[in-house]
């Protein structure tokens, strides 16, 4: 899924895709069972919470971001390349993680 948000809400993109079905994974608070969020908070994860998760962290990837350079104004693009874990994670899903 390729999102574009206007605003820098808390939680915005967590919280819109959990309210259409489709959680982020590894998102404890949204994922939809209350009780791992709480277990995580208290360090009490195990290997069903894990599994339910998929991945110990939030699956999300900002692969670019432009914003307006604060000193001479001009257009400044970032570029980040995706985090190893979650190309392991897509090519273990079977798809094919962006270059």
């Known amino acids: ?7 820098g809400r808390q939680h915005q993109l967590r919280v ?4 259409l079905g489709h959680p ?14 709480i277990r995580s908070l208290n360090d009490e994860l195990d290997e069903k919470d ?6 110990d ?11 307006e350079h604060p000193f001479h104004g ?7 390349p995706l985090a190893e874990d979650m190309g392991a994670f897509l090519r273990a899903k079977g798809d094919h993680p962006p270059k």
Do not use: W
């Open 74 to 80: 001009q257009r400044l693009t970032i570029e980040a």
């Open 24 to 37: 982020i994974v590894g998102d404890k608070l949204y994922l939809g069972d209350e009780s791992v969020f």
């Open 57 to 67: 962290r939030h699956a999300l990837h900002n692969s670019s971001l432009t914003i």
């Open 16 to 19: 819109h895709l959990a309210a």
């Open 50 to 55: 894990r599994a339910f998760m998929q991945m």
């Open 1 to 7: 899924v390729q999102l574009h948000p206007l605003t």
